[in-house]
């Protein structure tokens, strides 16, 4: 039989054991739970991850799409800068011929200026307004024979004095009418004489009312630039509507240079417009 001393020691190292296996299995269950922890803190730091990489390709592709955006307006930009630029080069290209064109025009009434201060000048154009009025007036006066005639009778009768007076009474009525006031005319004849010649607005109200008439306005041109200085009515179309349209109408008006200085024209609206 085993002596107590025997048992006791024959019994500890089971408690030890024992004991040990137990402190190891508190101790893993431990690790256990610890590590369980862990992972669903990794788990959580995996989801926040996640959402925060796909925030980030979300906002990666929104930045993607705003720079395509920027890209397009910046395109749109250059573009319509292109079209500025071209514009503007058309524009100076186009003043630059207007302003070749008026030097030319300029330059034309210049020369004309001049023709017709040496026709002025040259006193005896009464040889042209003569031949006018002889080709008017069938020359009957192919009357050489009986001028010789008269030469031969009585010189008194040979006075050709009379025949010339009236060639001269013709010359300055020409005169006037081609420099000095006109008497009423078409807005189709006034207009030959114009290099701006716009035509009457027919007023809405006289058209929706079906106001016509036909009036008379004189203009007063300055001869140097053919610019209207005045215009009034001289003959009503007996509505105001009408005779303010016709008047602010030919004070836009502008006439060849040193051509007329006063014109009566003659206008007229109908349901169908202002005729011209």
Known sequence: MLRPESRVSAVTPKIILLLL??????????FGLVGSYRVDVLRTELAKANAARDAAEHR????KTREAAVAGAEAKIAEAENKATKAQTELLT???????????????RNEIAALQKRIGEAGPPASPSQNPSTASKPQQPTTSGPSVEIAQGPAEEATPPPPP???QQVVPIKAQQVA???GP?????????????????YPRE?????????GVCVVSVD????????ASIAQSTGNQTLDNSAVSTFRTWIFKPRKVSTVSISFGFTTSGAPY
Request: hydrophobic share 40%; charged share 25%.
């Open 206 to 214: 006289a058209r929706s009312h079906r106001i016509a008439g036909s």
């Open 94 to 108: 186009l003043q630059n011929e207007k302003a070749e064109l008026e030097s030319k025009l300029e330059a034309s």
């Open 165 to 167: 007076r009236p060639k």
């Open 21 to 30: 296996s137990y402190l190891f299995l508190v101790s893993a269950a431990i």
């Open 180 to 182: 000095g006031t006109l």
């Open 60 to 63: 990666e592709t929104e930045f």
């Open 185 to 201: 005319m078409s807005i189709s004849s006034a207009r030959a004489l114009a290099v701006f010649a716009p035509r009457p607005e």
């Open 223 to 230: 001869r140097g630039s053919g610019h209207v200085t005045e």
